[in-house]
């Protein structure tokens, strides 16, 4: 199993199809067969329902507009986690931004932000809604894949989140890159689908596993304290 915290890379060519498979993945397109996530096959859930697992960021930098980076993260909490209370989801943004060091973004119009800045932003509209699996492009406008992850890793929410990472780059440079960012397992051309599909739901078996320890852990020291 991957543990938690890890990188899984799909590496491949230009236009062969990493970027449709995971928008496949995250629900963002027609497909036929099943997608597992542990053991929930989420080509069965709904829309709304499915953001709460899958998170993606994608190439494409967030659209500029007039809203202000706060409201994004409240729509982005809107879509995927109606049913938690106001007080919840002040919470979970106000915790995220305060980690990433956002707060002076916050109150800004995405129009007047910079490419990165938007990036950041949509980094955290994923995080914020606290998804069991992360998708991401390592070709990105504005910051690249590889940085995006360092920036991730050091964040608590972030830490923990199995990342699917797709490229098509496979150079030793890169690899050694990606690895550095936290890679620990590569998926290359061509693909063997059926063993994606299996090295994913190992990886999110792992980080259950490891998640379940790590409270387990904590459970522990507060009785420990407690006595």
């Given at each position: 199993?991957?543990p938690?915290?890890s990188?899984?890379?799909?590496?491949g060519?230009?236009?062969?199809g990493k970027s449709?498979?995971?928008?496949?993945?995250a629900?963002l397109?027609?497909t036929?067969g099943?997608?597992?996530?542990?053991d929930t096959?989420?080509?069965?859930?709904p829309a709304?329902?499915?953001?709460r697992?899958i998170g993606y960021?994608?190439q494409?930098?967030?659209?500029?507009s007039?809203l202000?980076?706060?409201?994004?993260w409240?729509?982005a909490l809107?879509?995927?986690?109606?049913?938690w209370?106001?007080a919840?989801?002040?919470?979970a943004?106000?915790?995220?931004?305060?980690r990433?060091g956002?707060q002076a973004l916050?109150l800004?119009?995405?129009?007047?932000?910079?490419?990165?800045?938007?990036?950041?932003v949509?980094?955290?509209q994923?995080?914020i809604?606290?998804p069991?699996?992360?998708?991401?492009d390592?070709m990105?406008a504005?910051?690249?894949?590889?940085?995006?992850?360092?920036?991730?890793r050091?964040?608590e929410?972030?830490?923990h989140?199995?990342?699917l990472?797709?490229?098509?780059?496979?150079d030793?440079?890169?690899i050694?890159?990606a690895?550095?960012a936290g890679?620990t397992d590569?998926?290359t051309k061509?693909?063997h689908w059926?063993?994606?599909?299996?090295?994913?739901r190992?990886?999110?078996?792992g980080?259950?596993?490891l998640?379940?320890?790590?409270?387990?852990r904590e459970?522990?020291?507060r009785a420990?304290r407690m006595?």
């Open positions: 199993p991957v938690p915290g990188l899984v890379a799909l590496v060519p230009n236009a062969v449709t498979l995971i928008k496949a993945v629900g397109c027609a036929q099943q997608v597992w996530l542990d096959d989420l080509s069965t859930l709304a329902v499915r953001l697992h960021l994608p494409a930098l967030p659209q500029p007039s202000l980076a706060y409201e994004s409240q729509s809107h879509s995927s986690r109606s049913a209370t106001a919840q989801r002040e919470t943004i106000e915790d995220t931004v305060a990433m956002l916050a800004r119009r995405m129009d007047e932000l910079s490419g990165g800045q938007r990036q950041m949509g980094l955290a994923v995080i809604r606290a069991q699996l992360l998708l991401l390592v990105m504005g910051i690249d894949g590889f940085e995006t992850c360092r920036r991730l050091r964040l929410h972030g830490r989140v199995p990342v990472i797709l490229t098509g780059l496979d030793i440079a890169s050694e890159q690895q550095q890679a590569f998926i061509p693909i059926g063993l994606l599909v299996y090295r994913v190992y990886a999110l078996r980080a259950a596993a998640e379940s320890i790590r409270q387990s459970s522990l020291a420990q006595a």
